[in-house]
């Protein structure tokens, strides 16, 4: 689906009112820009990956075709932690937002269960093996 395309991911969190105010997210929208023939990009939104994957980082993002990876799923964005230490440590249990997002039913799973002493923790890079041979 997205071989060429280049896609925009909007993110959308809310905060839970706790102790620590954290952000979790509640939704994805995809979009890819599309260029008319005077060459003005235009955004439209995308309903489906099709076969493709997308992990969504602080430090990178890419995507994948699902079926080269087993155990990857397709039409999925698997995403890390939001949360950018700018001036102050993270709350003690905050870090928790990560997970993946099945775009055919906007329904969420999480990622792993995470070690509250590993909170503070930069968030994960995503590491893809070599694609499986056919």
């Known amino acids: 689906m997205s071989q060429g395309d280049l896609l925009i991911v909007q993110r ?14 509640y939704r994805f929208k995809i979009f890819k820009l599309q260029f008319n023939p ?14 493709d994957a997308l992990f969504l980082g602080d430090n990178q993002s ?6 080269d990876f087993p155990g990857c799923r397709p039409n999925c964005i698997y995403f890390t932690d939001h949360y950018l230490m700018v ?10 937002d990560l997970g993946i997002f099945n775009v055919d039913d906007g329904s969420f799973q999480g990622l792993c269960n995470l070690d509250c002493s590993q909170k503070h923790l930069v968030p994960a890079i995503w590491i ?7």
Request: glycine share 6%; charged share 25%; proline share 10%.
């Open 12 to 25: 959308f969190l809310i905060r839970i009112k706790s102790d620590d105010n954290r952000h979790v997210t």
């Open 38 to 51: 005077n060459e003005e990009a235009e955004r439209v939104e995308v309903k489906s990956l099709g076969g």
């Open 62 to 67: 890419m995507a994948v075709l699902a079926s």
């Open 87 to 96: 001036a102050h440590p993270p709350p003690v249990y905050g870090r928790c």
């Open 128 to 134: 893809l093996p070599t694609p499986s041979l056919h």
